[in-house]
Each structure stands twice: as C-alpha cells, then as structure tokens.
C-alpha cells in the first residue's frame, strides 16, 4: 500500500496529572509513617458543614492508602481499596446531607513488620455553577488508633482524638506519584474534509487506520458496519488498516469525509492499575481515498494538515473500562456533510507515527452480531431500574428516549445482584463501567456507545423515570467468526454447559481471544488458551484469529527469545514462566491439526526456535524450574480463597515447567521434520530425552505409582505429554482415578493446567465413564456447579459464588480445559487425524458411556460439514454420519460383532462399495468410509 503523502493527524495533550497532585499525605501521629509506622488499623475523620446537597451536581471522593482503605461517607461505605499507586474513584453524592457531614476512612497498614504509612485524600463537591468545593487531607482531619461505636457517623464526638500528621504532598517517596482513576477519558476526536469529485467516479477506494478506535463517515454516512476498530496490536511493530470501496457513496461535486477517534488501547484505559500498562499516545489518524475517473485520470486525498479538528463534539469521554459519556446537547449535525460550517474548527497536529509496521487487517471485524431484549425491569429505588438480560453477555445497550433537554441517563453494568436486587460490582475492581446520556430534548432519542464495550446481564438505568422493558436492547458486540459446529446431547446439563461455553468463548474475542470482559483487565493472557483454543475450533472458525494472534506474540517477543505472559504486551508481563509462553507452541499444532494450515508453523518456527532456546538457559540438571503461576486456580480447601494454600493441592513449579517444556520441544522436533530442518529435530529429541530421564528421576515415587506429592495434575501432565514409563503407565493412571475418585469425590481436582488435558486423558486410559461423572457433576466443585448458581457463561474461579472477588470474573474460558475437545472428538466421535491434519482423513470415535441416550454434533470442515449423530437403545445402536467429499474416515462402530452392522440397510458384508471392514478393536468395529451419508446400526451394540 502506497501512503505517500499521507499524515498521522491527530492531537495531542499534555496527560493530566493526578487529581491527588499537590494534596498532602497524612497518618496517624506516630513514628515515622514514611519508613516504619506501626502494623495495624488507622482511623481518621473530617467533618464538614453543607447547606444545600441537592445543588450538588455531583460529588466525588478520590482516595489512595499505603495499604487497604474502607472509606464512608455519613456512616455508609462508599468504597474500598488497596494501592498507593492508583486512587480509588467513588460516588459521593447521595450519602451527603445538609448540615453535618462526615468523611471516614480507615487504614490498615498490612505486613509482618512495621513499614510505610499513609492516607492522602480528595472530595470534590461540584455545583451545578461555579467552583467546586474540595475537603482534601490535611491539619483539620483526626486520628486515631483505636476503634469506637459509631466512630464515622457525624454525631460521634472525635475532639479526643489527635490531629492528623500532615507527612508531605503526593509524589513525594517512598509513594512515588499516584495515577488517577479518571485520568484516562478523553473526549473523542472529530475529524473532517471536503473534496470534489470533478468527473465521473468509477472506483473509490478508502484506506484508513484511526489509532485506536475509529469510524469513517462519507456524506453523513458510515462506511462499513465494523464496530472497535482496527484490531488490537503491539503498535510500536504493527498497525492494522483497513480498506473500503466506496464508490456507492461518492457523488458528483461537493463531497465530505470524516473520521471519528476514540482511544481504545492506544491511549491506554489505564497506567499503573491493577498493574502496569503500557500506552502508546493520543489518538491519530492516518488515511487515503482514491478516486478513479471514467476518464483514466484520478485524485489521491490523504490524511494532512489540511484536515478539520475539533474536541468539542457529543462524546465527552471515552474509555473501554469506564464506559462513554454522550452529551446529545452538543450533537454535530452534519458534521461528515459538505457545506458543514467547521470555522471554529482547528487544524490537526502533524504527530509522530506509531512506529509499527502498516499492514492491512487480515481477520473478520468486530460487529453487533445480534440483540437481545430484556427478560424483565424492576425498579429497586424511585428512579432506578434494574434491566435482567437474562444472559451474560459483551457488548453495550442501545438506548431510547424522550424527554427534557439537560435529562441524564446513566447506565451501569454488572455479572451479578446483590441480595437487595442491586448491582453487584465489587468483582469489576477499577472498571467503572457507566453510560452516559445527557438528552437534547428533540423528541425520541436513540444512543448506543462507539469506544467501549461491557461484560454483563444485569444493567441499572437511572434518570429516566419512564422506563420500560422497550427502552434498553443489548447489543451483543465480537469478532465475527463464522460458526464452526454444533452439539447437543441427552444430557440437558452437558447441553446447558456447551451453551455456556460457546457465549463465554464469543464474548471474549476482541481481536485477540481476551481473559474476561468486564473488569479492568480484558488482557491477551496466553495460558488460558494453551489447549482450549483447540476445542474453539469446533465453536468458530477461528483460524485468521488465533494466526494474529500468534503474530501478536512473535511482535511482543524481545530480541532475546522471550515471549511475555500476555499479548499484545499492554501488560508488560515478561516473567520467563515456562506454562503461559508455551501457547506460542502448542497453538501452532492446533491450527495444522483441525485447519491443515502448514504455513503457520513455517511462518512461525523462527519466533519459536528463538523462544525454545531462550529457555534452554534456564535449564538445571536437565529440568526446567521455570513457573510463576502454578495449577492457577485449583479448587481450593477455603470457599473464600482464590488460591489453595494447601500443599497437597498444588503441583511442583518444576514439574510443570519442565512437562510443559517437554511437550514443547516434541512439538518442535515435529516442525522441525516437516520443514525439513533435521539438525533442529535431533537437537530437540536429544535435550527431550534427557529431560524426561531426570524428570522421572526426579519426581516419579519409588513404588512408580505417583509424581511428587501426587496431586491430580502432577498425574495428568506426565500421562498426557507420554513422560511416564511404559511399565508404570497403569499404576500412575490408577492412582489418579483414585485421587479423583476417593480424594475428590467425583469431582474435579485440577486448575487451568491440568484441566487442560484431563479429560482427554481419563477417556484414553479407558475411563470414559469418569470423564463423563466429572462433565456431568451439579455440586462444587464442577461446571454443573457454575449452571446451579444461575451462571449464563463459566467463571474464573470453581467457587466464583464465594471467592474474593478480586479475581471473581464471570466470564471466563479458562477452567473450560479440554471439555469442548472432548465433547466433540469423544463424545460425538469427530477428530482430525493430525497424519492428515484439517479433516483431509477423519477419526470417528464416538463413546456412549453413562446414561447418555444420543449425541448429535457436526463440524464445518475445511472440506466441509462432518456430521455424527448417534443413538442407542437396550438392542441397538444407531449412527448417522457425513463423510465430507474429497476425505475419507476411520469409524471406529461400537459393535460386539462386525457381523451384526449394517450400512445404509445392508449387511456389512454386503456392502462392501460403501464400507471397507478393517478390523475389531476391543469393543469397537473398524470401518474404512469414503465421502458421503450413511447410517450405521449394530443390533447388538451397547
């Protein structure tokens, strides 16, 4: 693509500093808070006198504490927090009341030794007109060491208490400078040009990238039905444009075009909470249109100085984790129009380029794939209403309204309610996720955000007391991947959970497959799409999304090999773990395996050698001690844990590491072969060998029955990735069904890496039926468990109903495991033969344990639709299949003999031009199938 003459136009600002700049630090009289203030509770209380509330047009208190706050307002908790580093944002306004006020908070300074103290503090008390009012931290609060009754209620009498010790102003050490929660929203950028078309147009051609999100009118229309555009990428090395033909829109004389940013991740949603992140600038515009005339001739128009700017329009601030306000009050009609009066408009700023790589977006775009209606409204309090969408989904709300000019309607969301029917948000962390609309006032008004996006079920509207069930729709908003499959079951459970599965999985593509949608994360984390990701193959066709994101993470990796935990790196996570990087490797095999795409592995393989001996270096005694995350969230003994603290529960660092690295390097010598690259191949085999002779040296038990402390996972890795000795294969097989058995009862015992594999590895060691009990299991803890509570997609957590909700998503896949791989390729019978991957040759399986009555499941190939659907009765078993054209089957026909199988009504033996028997394998029939329909019954099958 040919930019020449082409700008980045945009404009950028001077950040905004910390709204806690300039205000002081405080803590109790005692020590010295900045080194060594005693371990423990602080109390501190500011009253205040206010007139008139209701003149208020909002109030807010901004609070950071050296290390847990709880703050209240007039006795009610307004919030609570844990970082020196990012000030918590809360609502101040409806806990004021005239006259005697009291601001609250206490402090608990954490640790096993007296260190670092503090409390800085703002409340804003903002009028409608003129300036706001602030009580900040300082000489007028007290303090106090000790807890009383009633001690943040306004009538408690803090006379007795000492005056709080002012320590010195925010920024100064050992706190460094605190990022502030609403430093991040920026009003959209509003971009505008005329030209003319001076001859006929035969061709128009519009290529554009808006950093970081954007839409591009021309002549009042939007071009394209894109939403969250372009896709998410490591800027300084790749930037996605796109590309239209819009000669539909271009017309003879006067045109206009516009483009419309807003800040995505570019300009990041945060800085330093919950973590470090990584921002890249202010939004910015780089463009071309071309114009063919019938005439031969043409006209080039291009992002440059030229161009109208302007801050001013509806979209008053944007930002993906707190959500959008719209001011329909400054609506810009006729903006993207010719003859728009853009005189108090500006020229853009010429700004830097993002540094990356220019290339054309290569995936299908995020779009509203559907809408939802809500199940039900209830007004919780006068004027606030709460919307039940029956569904957790991604996405935002379309709004409709009417009424008074100046009318705000504010719209929250939430996974969850409290007991009282109210929001439930403590699991959002930071995420402030709020609408809002300020009406004009010109009859029905319609609004749906453009630069955020929302994980929820639930939403509170307020400000409009007229609402009813018509005034909300949920717009479900992701890539859009065309569906890959089906399944359903006998199991109404199993069903249910497949249907979990699949929106939690669609909800959580934005771009990149992302770890939850609705707190202030929405990260690329690479663990937890190790495995899964092959099991995402049979929901979407998802073969463009995971080769981008495997281009994300070669983008990410640094000129040494490593590769971060999470990609695009916009949390800089460069831990040298060896289980989350490992997806760099294993999801190649998944996209040959079910996709035959060989190019991404050679296309690949330098990113991945370049990781594989990267790591090498940290190899002692041929085992790699390389793990930072564990068996990330096994069920833990505690319900209010996130993670177990118990050692019997978890499963060696080194174990893991060195299993995972083993796997890898088999993969690798597998690549290695196909491209031909032999001395790689041997090198790897070489260093895979030792490995797993110190492995086993190291960790297999002397009786050969268990590894190390013989948890459910330090079993599964060793049996899955064919580390454990031929001759102890049954026992460690046979300890980890007791484990699962008699320890677990039944239930799972693994987290996110020895889920990955666990299911598939009890079916291959002949206990289907225990797979099955798990899938099927409605107790704690299980996904049935998940469905009992009400939940509409799985969470993050096995006890997401009692966790800390500071890691509580309920919207995650990566406890999902190899429960979609084994719904499809075991249950149902459809596998790729990854001797001839992408369904060239086909595995049918099928295994019908437990009560299960039938399984129907099909898979649109890359050869086409593969279809099983089978059913069994007390005398019989029936099986309806689809051979694509162009492939053939092994069908692996549950029968006790060949003898009694038809096909397609005949007699096995006699229908030999449709199926060739090959031979009996336990309790299966081994049949050949080329393309094409048949039905298989065997009279005497299970």
């Known amino acids: 693509m040919d930019w020449a003459g082409a700008r980045w136009i945009g404009q950028d600002e001077v950040e905004p500093a910390s709204e806690l700049a300039g205000i002081s630090w405080i803590w109790f009289p005692e020590g010295d808070p900045t080194a060594a203030a005693p371990v423990g509770t602080r109390y501190f209380r500011r009253d205040f006198e206010l007139a008139e509330p209701d003149q208020l047009e909002s109030a807010r208190l901004v609070v950071a504490a050296d290390n847990e706050f709880v703050a209240y307002l007039n006795g009610r908790e307004l919030g609570k927090g844990s970082s020196f580093k990012v000030a918590g944002d809360f609502n101040a306004l409806e806990a004021l009341r005239a006259g005697p006020n009291v601001l609250a908070i206490a402090v608990k300074n954490v640790g096993d030794s007296p260190n670092p103290a503090a409390l800085t503090a703002r409340l804003s008390l903002n009028p409608s007109h003129g300036p706001p009012r602030l009580v900040v931290t300082d000489t007028q609060w007290r303090a106090s060491d000790q807890t009383a009754d009633a001690w943040a209620q306004p009538q408690f009498d803090a006379t007795t208490w000492p005056v709080a010790q002012v320590i010195g102003p925010v920024g100064m050490p050992p706190w460094g400078a605190i990022s502030g929660p609403e430093v991040r929203r920026l009003p959209a950028r509003w971009l505008r040009r005329e030209f003319a078309a001076q001859r006929q147009v035969t061709r128009a051609t519009v290529h554009f990238s808006g950093l970081g999100l954007s839409e591009l009118y021309l002549n009042g229309r939007k071009v394209g039905d894109q939403v969250l555009s372009p896709g998410l990428t490591e800027y300084t090395k790749r930037v996605y444009y796109v590309t239209h033909d819009v000669t539909g829109l271009v017309k003879p004389g006067a045109n206009a075009i516009g483009a419309l940013l807003g800040n995505g991740r570019y300009f990041a949603p945060r800085k330093g909470a919950p973590t470090e992140t990584r921002t890249y600038g202010f939004p910015k515009l780089l463009l071309r249109l071309q114009l063919q005339y019938d005439d031969g001739s043409s006209l080039d128009l291009v992002s440059d100085d030229s161009w109208k700017l302007t801050t001013h329009g509806p979209i008053r601030a944007n930002c993906e984790y707190d959500g959008e306000i719209y001011d329909a009050r400054m609506e810009l009609a006729g903006w993207a129009e010719p003859g728009y009066d853009d005189s108090t408009w500006t020229a853009p700023q010429l700004v830097a380029a993002p540094g990356g790589a220019l290339v054309a977006q290569m995936i299908e775009p995020i779009r509203v794939v559907e809408t939802r ?507 309806d299949l689809t051979v694509p054209v162009n492939t053939t089957a092994t069908v692996y026909m549950p029968a006790d003999d060949a003898t009694r199988i038809t096909v397609n009504g005949k007699p096995l033996r006699k229908a030999r031009n449709l199926a060739a028997f090959l031979r009996m394998e336990g309790d299966y029939a081994l049949l050949a199938l080329g393309s094409g329909t048949y039905r298989l019954v065997s009279r005497e099958g299970r």
């Not at 569904?391 to 719209?411: A, E, F, M, Y």
């Not at 990566?814 to 040759?841: C, N, R, S, T």
């Open 373 to 879: 209606q809500p199940v039900s409204i209830k007004e919780i309090a006068p004027g606030v209403f709460i919307y039940d969408f029956g569904q957790n989904l991604v996405g935002w709300c379309r709004l409709k309204v009417s009424g008074p000019r100046d009318t705000t309607v504010t719209l929250r969301h939430a996974e969850l309610l409290q007991p009282d029917g109210a929001l439930y948000l403590d699991n959002l962390r930071g995420a402030k996720v709020t609408d809002t609309y300020i009406l004009k006032g010109a009859g029905t008004e319609l609004y749906e955000p453009r630069f955020t996006y929302h994980g929820f079920r639930y939403v509170e509207l307020k400000g409009y007391r007229q609402s009813n069930l018509n005034t909300l729709e949920a717009c479900v908003v992701h890539d859009d991947l065309e569906n890959a499959g089906s399944w359903e079951s006998s199991n109404g459970l199993l069903n249910r959970i497949h249907q979990n599965i699949h929106w939690g999985v669609r909800g959580n593509y934005r771009s990149i497959p992302t770890d939850c949608p609705q707190r202030d994360e929405r990260q690329g984390w690479l663990g937890d799409r190790s495995a899964e990701s092959k099991g995402e193959a049979f929901l979407f066709h998802t073969a463009a999304l995971y080769a981008k994101w495997l281009q994300d993470m070669e983008d990410a990796q640094k000129d040494n090999g490593s590769v971060p935990d999470v990609c695009p790196p916009y949390w800089p996570i460069y831990s040298d773990n060896v289980t989350w990087p490992s997806s760099t490797v294993l999801i190649p095999e998944h996209l040959h395996t079910q996709f035959g795409d060989r190019a991404i592995i050679a296309r690949h393989y330098p990113s991945m050698k370049r990781w594989i001996d990267y790591m090498a270096g940290f190899i002692q005694d041929d085992l790699m001690p390389r793990d930072n995350y564990g068996d990330w969230c096994v069920p833990p003994e505690d319900p209010k844990l996130i993670h177990s603290q118990d050692p019997a529960r978890k499963t060696h660092p080194t174990l893991l590491g060195t299993a995972y690295y083993y796997h890898c390097l088999n993969l690798m010598s597998r690549y290695a072969r196909m491209l031909g690259q032999l001395e790689d191949a041997g090198r790897f085999e070489a260093l895979a060998a030792r490995m797993k002779s110190a492995f086993n040296r190291r960790f297999l038990s002397p009786d050969g029955r268990h590894y190390d402390n013989g948890s459910q996972t330090s079993c599964v890795l060793p049996l899955a990735f064919n580390l454990v000795p031929a001759t102890q294969r049954a026992a460690v097989f046979d300890h980890l069904v007791d484990k699962i058995t008699r320890e677990t009862r039944n239930h799972v015992g693994t987290g996110l890496i020895g889920g990955q594999y666990l299911m598939r590895t009890l079916t291959d060691g002949g206990r289907p039926d225990l797979a099955y009990t798990l899938a099927s299991q409605r107790t704690y803890p299980s996904w049935g468990y998940m469905l009992e509570q009400g939940a509409t997609t799985l969470w993050e957590l096995w006890n997401g109903d009692t966790a800390d909700p500071a890691m509580n998503s309920g919207n995650h896949v990566m406890l999902v495991g190899d429960l979609i791989i084994w719904m499809y390729e075991y249950l149902a019978g459809i596998q790729a033969d990854p001797e001839q991957p992408g369904f060239k040759h086909i595995l049918m399986k099928p295994h019908p344990v437990g009560d299960l009555r039938f399984v129907k499941a099909t898979h649109r190939s890359p050869y086409g639709l593969i279809r099983s659907e089978w059913r069994r009765a007390p005398d019989s078993f029936q099986w």
